[in-house]
């Protein structure tokens, strides 16, 4: 059940209450694609950087170690010992990023597997089911994600399939639910949204995918070619069609500057592997702007990586220990970088929250963005 607490302009402030435990909105999901935080991360590591949601991916699980030895095991959250929400995306995205590797059909879509190149078959009741396996908090609907700069006839047939790929995603997750050997009887489905760049075909999806009253709803498609511009107009079109008494899921996005402009227009959750990938190639978000710890200028720098920051990294180490620990190649530098800019993200979701529960999150927001441009060059 989502609550909502409080609104500045479209902005949304929310409490989403699952099996798992409650959910503070705006959150940003630290992604784990294969139950794991790339860079060493440990559940013990996430619980202590404040993360509140999981994200893991249906159709690299399905791959390895499989879905039914995960179900064996007893979910995912005993198989990661994270006792938190989990929200598990379908495989669409993968419809998409394996375009090289797949086929698509109206029952559904053949890949080629990335690791071994044997065929797998996955529609909505194969997604559904893998999800059940998994136990996740929240499955995600299977669908396809079309690229956003695909022709109109085009976007306009693949938003059709995947609203009755959605119809058959809820009827299958109403039957495995009721089953005795589900493990998450609670699980719950989003929606998701699709329509690439154009406004009216994103408008009337949303319209009738808001008829199926799921407990969530997802924008899928955007950050996947278009301008910034073009994501911010489609959410503008977008979101007040989604229903406000629901929460809104932006998928994939993104850098800070997006998430603010994204939770200004009505956006609760966010994910995106930007942290963690930049975090292994050495750059660090701060207030002060991004900062390369590979630039030279770093080598005799014992300041923090940011000052006033909480994270492991910041509170013991210097910017030229971490550039050494990354020059050396050892995993120390890499886990460090990463578990900062997992922290930065998780901290701003939590400011964004404070600013809106104290009805300052506008003015938040040109102050943060002011400060991340001014101090690029400073740091």
Known sequence: MYELIKKEGRAKRGRFHTVHGCVETPVFMNVGTVAAIKGAVSTEDLEQIGTQVELSNTYHLHVRPGDEIIKQMGGLHRFMSWNKPILTDSGGFQVFSLAGLRSIKEEGVIFRSHIDGRKIFMGP????????????????????CAPALADRDYVTKSVERTTRWLWRCKTEMNRLNGLDTTINKEQMLFGINQGAIFPDIRIEHAKRISELDLPGYAIGGLAVGESHEEMYHILDETVPYLPENKPTYLMGVGTPANILEAVERGVDFFDCVYPT????????????????????????????????????????????????LLKAKEMLGMRLCVLHNLYFYNHLMEDIRKALDEGRFLQFKKELLSSMSAGVQEN
């Open 125 to 144: 009741e194969e997604s559904m089911r893998i999800q059940s396996n998994l136990a996740s908090t929240i499955a995600m609907a299977f669908d396809e």
């Open 277 to 324: 990938r930049n975090g292994r190639h050495a750059h660090l978000y701060t207030r002060f702007g991004k900062i390369n710890l590979l630039n030279a200028r770093y080598e005799t720098d014992d300041r923090p990586p940011e000052e006033g920051c909480g994270c492991p990294a910041c509170r013991r180490y210097s910017r030229a220990y971490i550039r050494h």
